[in-house]
């Protein structure tokens, strides 16, 4: 089986500060890591991916994550946050070694970004 | 040019009625998904095809029921609407189930409603 969490429904940070998005995940094998943004309305664009190697993934937008197999966790940063980065974050998770052929995503974490 | 296009955008009808809801991808995979997200913003799997097969069919109701045309196109056909089946749905696309690190590309979405 495979899941994943984002303990935290929303996260608040101010222009300018740093933030981190919370992601920890289960599967029976390795895993294949997504994270995906939800703006009002809109459908979810992806952001970035962690498939294998270099356990930081830089994505779109300045946005990056980290993986840490130990913690089995996926958590989104950006060093600098934007107004504009106000929106749904969603990590996904896919076992590379299991016949699960669908992602399953956790329960999105709002961003609030304050001007 | 939109990669992933779903149409209506929205759908307000009455319960017991039949809909549909159509998704077409111009990227040229081979793999459609569609996935519900309820009203707390939760995304779920409901189906997948690859290559016009079903291969994924997730304890959806018998009154919904896919339909792949050709690989480009994944519809969703909804009998006998009820008040729970209001909700967001989104298709999606990514190239094959091969590779599992394939990222999923998602649609606009189309929020149905049911009265």
């Known amino acids: 089986a495979q899941s994943v969490a984002q303990p935290e429904d929303q996260v608040n940070v101010a222009e300018g500060n740093p933030l981190t998005v919370k992601c920890t995940y289960s599967?029976?094998?390795?895993?294949?890591l997504f994270w995906y943004v939800q703006y009002p309305n809109r459908g979810l664009q992806f952001l970035l991916k962690?498939?294998?190697?270099?356990?930081l993934v830089k994505g779109s937008y300045g946005f990056e994550a980290e993986f840490n197999k130990s913690q089995t966790s996926f958590h989104l940063k950006k060093p600098s946050a934007l107004v504009s980065d106000s929106a749904l974050y969603f990590c996904a998770v896919r076992d590379k070694d299991t016949g699960r052929r669908a992602l399953t995503f956790g329960s999105g974490t709002r961003l609030q970004v304050q001007p | 040019d939109t990669a992933v296009s779903q149409t209506p955008k929205y759908l307000v009808t009455q319960m017991g009625n039949d809909k549909s809801i159509k998704c077409e991808q111009n990227l040229g995979h081979d793999t459609m998904y569609w996935y519900k997200q309820d009203s707390k913003k939760f995304l779920k799997i409901m189906f997948s095809?690859?290559?016009?097969?079903?291969?994924i069919n997730e304890t959806v109701p018998n009154r919904f029921s896919p339909k792949s045309p050709d690989k480009a196109h994944l519809n969703l056909h909804i009998n006998s609407l009820e008040l729970g089946d209001s909700a967001v749905y989104f298709c999606?696309?990514?190239?094959?189930?091969?590779?599992?690190?394939?990222?999923?590309?998602f649609g606009p979405g189309t929020r149905l409603t049911v009265l």
């Open positions: 599967v029976s094998g390795n895993p294949y």
């Open positions: 962690y498939i294998t190697g270099d356990n």
């Open positions: 095809y690859n290559n016009k097969e079903l291969i």
């Open positions: 999606a696309s990514s190239q094959d189930l091969v590779h599992r690190a394939d990222t999923q590309y």
